[in-house]
C-alpha cells in the first residue's frame, strides 16, 4: 500500500482563490517533508524542505507567501497556493523521508505521494 | 552544488532486451543514490535505494550499482517489458537535499 498519501489528487479552482494540499506519512514518522512542482516533460523541482515543529526552507525564487507550508505533526505536511493563478497550474507532489539507520534522514529511502494536479482558471 | 545528469533522455527498444540506465553526479560525498519510476501522471515509485557504503542493490529484473569515486550509477534492466515503459529517475542525496536528474524516458515495444 501508499506509504505517503497525498490529497486531493486532482483540484480545479477559480484564479484568486488559495487551495490546500495535504501529504501524510502513513507508515513512519517523518521530521522532514519535501515539495515540489513539475511542469510538464520536466523534472522535479523542489519547492521547500518542510520541517516538523519549525518553519520551512524554501528554495531560491519560490515565495513563502504564495506557497504556504505547514508541517504541523509528525505526518502531516500541508501545501497552500494563495491567491493562485493561471500560472500556478502544475503537478504538485509531495515525499517525505523514511529515517535509516540510527534515525538519520540521509540514510533512508524517500518515498513520494501520488501528487496533486492543479489548475486554475 | 550537486548536479545530476541522465542519459539518455529517452530510449526506445523493443520487448525482450537488457538495458542499462546512466546517472551521474557531480559530487561524490552522497550518502545514498535512488532510482525512481514515474508514470505519466502519477508520483514517483521508488525502485532501489542503494547507500554509499553499497555498490550495487537487486530486486528481481532490476539491478542497481553504484561507483562513488567516478560519480556514476547505472540502473540495468534485464528482459524489458512493455509494462517497464516509464519515465526513470535518479536521485543523489547530500547536502540535507535530493538533486534529481531530468528522467529517461522508457518506450519498451511489444
Known amino acids: 500500500g501508499a506509504v505517503v498519501s497525498q490529497h486531493p489528487s486532482r483540484v480545479i479552482c477559480k484564479s484568486g482563490t488559495s487551495v490546500k494540499i495535504e501529504c501524510r506519512s502513513l507508515?513512519?514518522?517523518?521530521?522532514?517533508m519535501f515539495w515540489y512542482r513539475q511542469f510538464p516533460k520536466q523534472s522535479l523541482m523542489l519547492m521547500a524542505t518542510?520541517?516538523?515543529?519549525?518553519?520551512?526552507?524554501?528554495e531560491q525564487g519560490v515565495e513563502k507567501d504564495k506557497f504556504l507550508i505547514n508541517h504541523a505533526s509528525l505526518t502531516l505536511s500541508t501545501l497552500t497556493v494563495t491567491s493562485a493563478h493561471p500560472e500556478d497550474s502544475s503537478f504538485y507532489i509531495c515525499?517525505?523521508?523514511?529515517?535509516?539507520?540510527?534515525?538519520?534522514?540521509?540514510?533512508?529511502?524517500?518515498?513520494f505521494g501520488e501528487g496533486s494536479r492543479l489548475t486554475v482558471l | 552544488k550537486q548536479e545530476v545528469t541522465q542519459i539518455p533522455a529517452a530510449l526506445s527498444v523493443p520487448e525482450g532486451e537488457n538495458l542499462v540506465l546512466n546517472c551521474s553526479f557531480t559530487?561524490?560525498?552522497?550518502?545514498?543514490l535512488q532510482w525512481f519510476r514515474q508514470d505519466p501522471g502519477k508520483g514517483l515509485t521508488s525502485l532501489l535505494l542503494?547507500?554509499?557504503?553499497?555498490r550495487e542493490q537487486t530486486s528481481g529484473r532490476l539491478n542497481a550499482s553504484l561507483d562513488k569515486s567516478s560519480g556514476r550509477s547505472t540502473l540495468y534492466i534485464a528482459a524489458s517489458q512493455p509494462g517497464d515503459s516509464a519515465t526513470y529517475l535518479c536521485?543523489?542525496?547530500?547536502?540535507?537535499?535530493?538533486?534529481f536528474g531530468s528522467g529517461t524516458k522508457l518506450n519498451v515495444k511489444p
Open positions: 515525499s517525505a523521508a523514511r529515517p535509516g539507520l540510527a534515525g538519520l534522514t540521509n540514510t533512508g529511502e524517500l518515498f
Open positions: 559530487d561524490s560525498a552522497i550518502y545514498n
Open positions: 542503494i547507500q554509499s557504503s553499497q
Open positions: 536521485a543523489a542525496y547530500n547536502f540535507n537535499k535530493f538533486y
Open positions: 518542510s520541517n516538523e515543529g519549525s518553519k520551512a526552507t524554501y
Open positions: 507508515d513512519f514518522q517523518a521530521t522532514t
